[in-house]
């Protein structure tokens, strides 16, 4: 242990002067104080800022204070008699370049900062970085308040997981806090000549003999090495390698089927938090947990098994984890050409609900299971194959809780991200479900169908073995040490320590070598962050170029949608699902079909394919169930405007710029019979494949529209840069929300245009269409049909104003 006085009179002064002391990291100790130390002048006559090495084991030597860092960190600080508040630096790299950034707090009228100038950031040098920043006489700022950076487009902008000076509002949402008594005087930071190790402990001890325990976890925030982790095969020997950087001692547990009782061993600690020991055998297929002892807790009886966070396979999502040799998690090439994100046509389903009801001979274990999806795919009546989409986005199939084999649940509680799901395994005790995922990616492939896992990243399910292994490491906490919960499923990710974030990539670099997979969709990925994500595109690119990456841009603490403009990621829209909802219904206006329709580009998305256009998902009430005349909102029973509605709201998808997806059975009117969440609900949410008969029409109009997207004239809505102004042209009704749209208005491409026009009211309106020469046109589809050949415009047209029918659509070809 080691101890050092610092003579400080703090039985002198305020409570609040105690200073807090942390190590940055094996040399470094930073000392922060209550307020700032030139306020307690007047209390202290005389500071002396040393340290003196009660024991002659660590020497010291003061640092100045440390107000760069206390800038980035909180956001603000002080300069002479200013006050500059600075936006902050993670975000300013992917900020829209035409977006302007305002301080919002209580003075500033907080959403109506950027209503004018005088509370915008501007370019300004901060402690050698251009950085944004507003200066304000700290004289107006007696007080503390709550503020956040907001910006001209609406986007808030709030502190993260490591910023110190963060407050929850009444609604929730967090804020940075500015205190007036705190601006960065009150940090001083001092260098060790002696290196502290993680097992130390090192006390302060204040003049009036109160101590202070310095506190690690900054240091322990900051480690990262790259060394190979989990359990790892060679010729003739097993190593093991866990990141544990609080504890006091680690062993791994052996065993296989038919050893009664597990062999135990200890493993030794390296000063950047990595456990290690080899054991001279190969271990190949044996079962494996760990255990660990914390300062609090040395007795084994009471230390849970953990499953190892890097295992590739595991018995159950409890555990135990199964080691893998290298050669099963080996893979190769299958030919597959991942279609351009231009060209996807995504379809979300989960594995289960597509093999409930499937009329295939099946077994019963099939269905549950990855083996049966690669069994249907193979069939020619595949309703995956038949529909004619090139890509699926299934529900996440990483291990995920589950009590028994047989129940079901969507996934999105992880208990480790390198396995697949035990409960989709033949035989999860042989480790079959590594090669049952090998396969069925493989037979999505042969069918032309690209494959994208959704991955949940922000959060960890109940078997929280991260937890046991450190949780104030691998989650966000609030000031009193409770989990932060944005994610709503009791936990926060925290992606800002190296070692966290090392764990995300390689668990999905596992997956893009092992599986051969095309890409993810990141499950509330506002929570990973910009400049995570950032970070994850970058190494992904590396290894797949053409890997599709998806975001679903929210949580329950924002939205970064349009922040992530700049990013090669395509976002899920959920503007788009709700507008269009309320669209088809009569609730909508033209302008906002116009603006959904061109696909976002003039404000939204910077490349065609960045909006991720939806109308449902598996979230909340299925579609049917939304916009149904019947009570309760259960569409199991639609009515004609249902049908009629459901088919305007897709052909508005598929003629929509952007990556259209829709959910699985949305195509034969698939209802949740009213029930909105329906995460554990396997007979709701099960495919009725008998409805695909019964709406049969329903489901060829969804079909039709499909082949017309991806066809030659449907490249005409496939665009790979953004087009000029004139590449559109809107013609709307001057009566109410029904229009018209021109793509390739102006001839970009040679080959002819396309007009899409809809009416979405219950009764007949009428648009001008003097701009075009409807005597050139042929009808492609209407509300009810597709044409298969060239067919002259049988609509009613006056004075070339075309008159369309109530709950009504046209799709023309203009050459």
């Known amino acids: 242990m080691f101890k050092l006085t610092y003579p400080f009179p703090y039985g002198k002064i305020s409570s609040t002067l105690k200073p807090q002391a942390y190590l940055i990291d094996n040399y470094t100790l930073r000392i922060e104080h209550g307020i700032d130390l030139d306020k307690a002048i007047d209390v202290v006559p005389r500071l002396e800022r040393i340290l003196q090495n009660e024991q002659n084991i660590v020497g ?43 301080l919002a707090c209580e003075i500033s009228k907080w959403g109506n900062a950027n209503k004018g100038s005088q509370w915008q950031l501007h370019g300004m040098d901060v402690y050698g970085k251009r950085l944004l920043g507003i200066r304000i006489n700290r004289f107006l700022l007696n007080n503390p308040f709550p503020f956040q950076f907001i910006s001209s487009a609406g986007d808030w902008y709030g502190p993260d997981g490591n910023t110190p000076n963060v407050q929850t509002s009444e609604i929730g949402s967090l804020n940075f806090i500015f205190d007036p008594r705190i601006t960065g005087n009150n940090i001083l930071q001092y260098h060790l000549a002696s290196n502290v190790a993680l097992g130390d402990s090192l006390l302060i001890q204040l003049s009036n003999d109160c101590v202070l325990d310095v506190d690690f976890s900054s240091w322990i925030s900051s480690l990262y090495d790259d060394i190979p982790l989990g359990a790892i095969v060679g010729k003739n020997t097993t190593s093991f390698r866990i990141f544990a950087p609080r504890a006091a001692s680690v062993r791994v547990a052996i065993f296989n089927k038919e050893a009664a009782q597990p062999e135990y061993y200890s493993l030794q600690q390296s000063n950047i938090g990595i456990w290690h020991g080899e054991i001279r055998k190969c271990l190949d297929g044996y079962y494996y947990f760990y255990q660990i002892l914390s300062r609090e807790n040395d007795n084994w009886g009471n230390s849970p098994m953990i499953l190892d966070p890097y295992a590739k396979a595991a018995l159950s999502s409890k555990g135990p984890g199964i080691i893998i040799s290298h050669g099963p998690t080996e893979t190769s090439e299958d030919g597959f050409v991942i279609p351009d994100p231009k060209d996807l046509v995504i379809l979300e389903a989960h594995l289960r609900d597509l093999l409930a009801r499937t009329p295939m001979d099946l077994s019963a274990e099939e269905r549950l299971n990855f083996s049966g999806l690669t069994k249907y795919l193979a069939d020619e009546n595949c309703y995956l194959r038949e529909l004619g989409i090139n890509c699926v986005e299934l529900q996440p199939i990483q291990e995920f809780d589950y009590a028994a084999k047989e129940e079901y649940h969507w996934g999105y509680m992880p208990a480790n991200w390198f396995c697949p799901s035990s409960a989709y395994a033949t035989d999860a005790a042989n480790a079959t479900q590594i090669r049952d995922l090998k396969g069925m990616v493989r037979n999505f492939h042969e069918a032309g169908i690209a494959v994208i896992l959704d991955v949940v990243y922000n959060h960890f399910g109940d078997s929280n073995h991260l937890q046991n292994i450190d949780g104030e490491y691998y989650f966000r906490h609030s000031k009193n040490g409770e989990f932060l919960n944005f994610s709503g499923c009791g936990n926060d990710f925290r992606t800002e320590n190296p070692m966290a974030r090392r764990l995300i990539i390689d668990s999905l670099e596992h997956l893009i070598r092992t599986y051969n997979v095309d890409g993810f969709r990141f499950d509330l990925a506002e929570l990973l962050g910009i400049e995570f994500l950032n970070i994850l595109q970058k190494r992904l690119k590396c290894i797949k170029k053409s890997i599709i990456l998806i975001a679903e841009p929210w949580s329950f603490r924002g939205n970064i949608g349009v922040s992530m403009q700049h990013l090669p990621y395509s976002v899920w829209n959920d503007e788009y699902r709700d507008f269009v909802k309320n669209y088809v219904c009569g609730n909508g206006n033209s302008d906002g079909l116009r603006y959904f329709l061109c696909g976002g580009l003039d404000f939204r998305s910077t490349f065609p394919s960045q909006s991720v256009n939806y109308v449902a998902s598996h979230d909340d009430w299925g579609w049917m169930d939304n916009i149904t005349e019947n009570p309760h909102h259960d569409g199991s029973a639609p009515t004609d405007n249902d049908l009629r509605r459901t088919r305007l709201a897709f052909a508005i998808l598929m003629m929509s710029i952007g990556i259209p997806m829709v959910t699985a059975g949305q195509d034969f009117l698939f209802s949740k019979h009213g029930v909105s969440n329906t995460y554990n609900r396997g007979d709701l949410n099960a495919l009725d494949y008998k409805l695909l008969d019964i709406h049969r029409s329903t489901h060829d109009y969804f079909k039709n529209l499909i082949k017309l997207r991806l066809s030659k004239r449907g490249a005409i809505l496939r665009l790979s840069q953004v087009p000029h102004k004139t590449y559109f042209r809107f013609l709307p009704s001057t009566t109410n929300s029904a229009c018209a749209l021109v793509y390739n208005a102006d001839n970009t491409f040679e080959n002819g245009q396309l007009i899409f026009a809809v009416n979405p009211h219950p009764s007949e309106t ?42 009504s659509c046209r799709i023309y070809w203009a050459k």
């Open 766 to 807: 009428t648009i001008d269409l003097r701009e075009m020469n409807l005597q050139q046109c042929t009808i492609l589809a209407d509300e009810e049909q597709f044409f298969h050949y060239d067919r002259m415009i049988f609509d009613k047209i006056v004075d070339n104003r075309l008159i369309l029918p109530p709950l």
């Open 60 to 102: 010291f030597q003061e640092t100045t204070f440390d107000d760069a860092n206390f800038a980035n960190r909180h956001c603000y600080f002080s300069q002479g008699s200013d006050i500059i508040f600075v936006f902050p630096e993670r975000h300013a790299s992917y900020l829209p370049v035409h977006h302007k950034i305002f």
